[in-house]
Antibody, heavy 113, light 110 residues
Framework: QVQVQQWGAGLLRPSETLSLTCAVYGGSFSSYYWTWIRQPPGKGLEWIGEMVHSGITNYNPSLKSRVTISADTSKNQFSLRLSSVTASDTAVYYC???????WGQGTLVTVSS | QSVLTQPPSASGTPGQWVTMSCSGSGSNIGSKTVNWYQQLPGTAPKVLIHHNIQRPSGVPDRFSASKSGTSASLAISGLQSEDAADYYCAAWDDSLNGWVFGGGTKLTVL
């Protein structure tokens, strides 16, 4: 059974950089699309982006200028960095092994001065 | 404003058959496969249906889905109280070069 566990800072100030990491236990890490999704409080889901093992990335056009997804295959981990955060980036952030795969438990990230 | 359109709410009584819709366009549902997600209160979403009709292991066969043209639908038969949740559809969008979600349908079991 594949398990996905994520962690990272939960409180940021405006203009700081959000950084989250996701670890995948079990399964074939290199075969996954390393994916991040977010959900603002009380709202719907928003796809942030994905990275495949070849290194190709796809990002949401609305976030592309601020997002970086990277992976460390030696640790079966992948990460999200979102720069210059504002209050509108406050959300629960989820990692997943692809849009048809397993999701992490979610991390609430609050941006507040 | 979500790219995919879902009704905000749906309801049914235990044992009933309930359906919910997801409407898109040619650049997403019309040419790509659709996934459905179930989000129980206070939990992370989980994949309910992928590639239009495929149920992951462990998902009851009470859940089924279909697609026609630029619309998709999720059906739940023999509705149970534990099915009360938010349901989201998603598909790849060739115009945006990314995944897009519907706004979600909140299912109430009366």
């Amino acid at each position: 059974q594949v398990q996905v566990q994520q962690w990272g800072a939960g409180l940021l100030r405006p203009s700081e950089t959000l950084s989250l990491t996701c670890a995948v236990y079990g399964g074939s890490f290199s075969s996954y699309y390393w994916t991040w999704i977010r959900q603002p409080p009380g709202k719907g889901l928003e796809w942030i982006g994905e990275m495949v093992h070849s290194g190709i990335t796809n990002y949401n056009p609305s976030l592309k200028s601020r997002v970086t997804i990277s992976a460390d295959t030696s640790k079966n981990q992948f990460s999200l960095r979102l720069s210059s955060v504002t209050a509108s980036d406050t959300a629960v952030y989820y990692c997943a092994t692809g849009m048809s795969g397993f999701w992490g438990q979610g991390t609430l990230v609050t941006v507040s001065s | 404003q979500s790219v995919l359109t879902q009704p905000p709410s749906a309801s049914g009584t235990p044992g009933q058959w309930v359906t919910m819709s997801c409407s898109g366009s040619g650049s997403n549902i019309g040419s790509k496969t659709v996934n459905w997600y179930q989000q129980l209160p206070g939990t992370a979403p989980k994949v309910l249906i992928h590639h239009n009709i495929q149920r992951p292991s462990g998902v009851p066969d009470r859940f089924s889905a279909s697609k026609s043209g630029t619309s998709a639908s999720l059906a739940i038969s023999g509705l149970q109280s534990e099915d009360a949740a938010d349901y989201y559809c998603a598909a790849w969008d060739d115009s945006l070069n990314g995944w897009v979600f519907g706004g979600g349908t909140k299912l109430t079991v009366l």
